[in-house]
């Protein structure tokens, strides 16, 4: 950045800037998870499935995802004041259209174009932060800082909504997304100059068919984990035409990067055993934190607790990712080895996973969570900051912003992997426990005809009839049923996440060069590897 002309006015202080930047973050991220902080409310209103709610979140993704890259060169034509302006002003107004709009196919595109628009606002405030930071121990402080409201924008979300969706219409929320990016904006007007972090340089020789392969892609990869086991796989022919096609769009991608002067992504980075080793850690990470959908999900289907009641439990979980990410930076300015950081992490981690296995009844008060709630915030927010950190060193300087590119792209591969791997357990293992129960408890087993006649004798000891009361025996036996199969289910997918961690664990002990990784605060910038 230019030091003869200041990103901000020199009356500002410097509390005043950090809360402003802190006012234009939040809108953004909070913006991406706004479609599934409460994805049954979502769903009712437009009229779709579960499933296509998660889409129009994969959507957003693609966008911020894929237009990583090409970002920085709109960043250098445009001066950073009206650069960033323009992209919040066009979100804005893309809020108020899925506001107005109940089309799905509309917020589709309206949601891609978000992605595209916010990966422009979070770029340039990253920058602008990461500018006020000239220590390394204030870089430190810096990425904590980032990678904690990173962690905290789901439960937090899950938290500011609840109240909202209960009051009114899920499309309130996109006003609601609107009105909050005032304050920022408002104040980044008044206390922003209108600067270039670069010398201007024009829009030409774009590479738009790398990103346009490269954006079609992560459509199609979320496309596949949505929709691939509500659609049987590969029985169907939508989701073997995408597989087919996403396998031509890495051959051709992968060609012309390798034949180009200034590929969209350096490949030759994949040759760094230690980023290979990161981008793992990184995508194990993110299978675990999507893991914690299971226990949101339970909380409302089997526990019965309302939104309201699980945002307040997801501030325990936020209270757990702040403790561990303070804890986890003061470890990395006091120079501790990596590997013995990430051991704590994940340590902790498969603890939650384990502990949750015990927990899975019915039979749990809601206070009984407070505790697990905590442990996944803190092997998250244990883990976030020093596997970015480890990515980031461990991608050579001279590839430029690769390192943060296919950070991004491993956290949505994570994210997308996530969500197939729940909607299998969930399709196709609840099921086949649900049919296990089935066989075994039919009515001519005795303990059924008891476990019936004892429900029947409660509807009528409270004054139903009898041919009523028979009926609601019927119905609240197959829902404890249902219940059963969603519980062992749930147990199976946290067992499996469970030895995966362990897996890794081990990885990590016997991986010694881990520790050799040098942690470089100074020259290595956060760029858009955060979103």
Request: hydrophobic residues 50%; aromatic residues 14%; proline residues 4%.
């Amino acid at each position: 950045m230019s030091t003869l002309i200041p990103a901000f006015k020199a009356w500002v202080p410097e509390w005043l800037i950090r809360l402003t930047l802190l006012l234009v973050v939040l809108p953004g991220l909070i913006l991406f998870v706004l479609s599934i902080s409460n994805v049954n409310a979502a769903a009712g209103f437009y009229g779709v499935s579960p499933n296509d709610i998660q889409y129009t979140c994969i959507i957003f993704y693609s966008g911020m995802a894929s237009f990583v890259v090409l970002e920085g060169r709109f960043l250098k034509y445009i001066a950073s004041k009206e650069y960033f302006f323009i992209c919040v002003f066009l979100l804005m107004g893309t809020c108020y259209l899925c506001y107005m709009s109940r089309s799905f196919t509309f917020l589709l595109i309206l949601r891609y174009i978000q992605g595209l628009l916010t990966c422009g606002t979070l770029s340039i405030t990253l920058t602008l932060m990461f500018s006020r930071l000239h220590s390394e121990r204030a870089r430190e402080i810096g990425y904590s800082v980032v990678y904690c409201i990173l962690l905290s924008v789901i439960p937090l979300s899950t938290a500011a909504t609840a109240s909202i969706i209960d009051a009114f219409s899920f499309n309130v929320l996109y006003k609601a997304a609107i009105y909050s990016y005032l304050p920022g904006a408002v104040l980044m007007f008044i206390v922003m100059n209108n600067i270039r972090f670069t010398r201007k340089l024009p829009l030409y020789q774009l590479d738009w068919p790398s990103f346009l392969i490269y954006t079609t892609g992560f459509c199609l990869v979320g496309y596949v984990a949505v929709y691939g086991q509500q659609y049987d796989w590969f029985d169907d022919r939508r989701i073997l035409m995408a597989v087919l096609i996403i396998g031509k769009l890495i051959m051709i991608f992968v060609i012309r990067q390798r034949n180009m002067k200034r590929p969209y992504i350096y490949l030759q980075v994949f040759k760094n055993r230690n980023f290979i080793v990161a981008a793992l850690l990184l995508y194990v990470l993110y299978l675990a934190r999507g893991a914690f959908g299971i226990t949101t999900s339970f909380m409302g289907t089997v526990l019965g607790l309302d939104p309201i009641h699980i945002g307040y439990l997801m501030i325990y979980n936020i209270a757990g990712i702040i403790t561990a990410v303070v804890i986890s930076s003061r470890l990395i300015l006091m120079k501790k080895p990596m590997r013995l950081i990430l051991i704590y992490g994940f340590t902790i981690l498969l603890v939650f996973h384990v502990s949750m296995c015990f927990i899975f009844t019915t039979q749990v008060d809601s206070s009984d969570l407070i505790i697990p709630v905590v442990l996944q915030g803190l092997g998250a927010g244990m883990l976030m900051t020093p596997i970015i950190l480890f990515l980031v060193s461990s991608s050579p300087a001279k590839y430029g912003n690769t390192g943060s590119a296919v950070g991004i792209f491993v956290r949505f591969s994570g994210f997308c992997s996530s969500i197939a791997l729940t909607n299998y357990f969930q399709l196709y293992r609840q099921n086949d426990h649900l049919n296990r129960f089935q066989e075994q408890l039919n009515i001519l087993n005795p303990a059924v005809e008891q476990k019936l006649t004892t429900l029947k004798q409660s509807m009528v000891g409270k004054g139903g009839a009898p041919d009523q009361a028979a009926k609601i025996a019927n119905a609240l036996f197959n829902k404890s049923i249902n219940t059963q199969a969603q519980l062992r289910f749930a147990l199976d997918y946290y067992q499996m996440i469970s030895w995966m961690i362990l897996s890794v664990l081990l990885l990590v002990i016997l991986f010694p060069s881990i520790n050799r990784t040098i942690i470089n605060l100074r020259s290595k910038q956060p760029a858009p590897i955060v979103y």
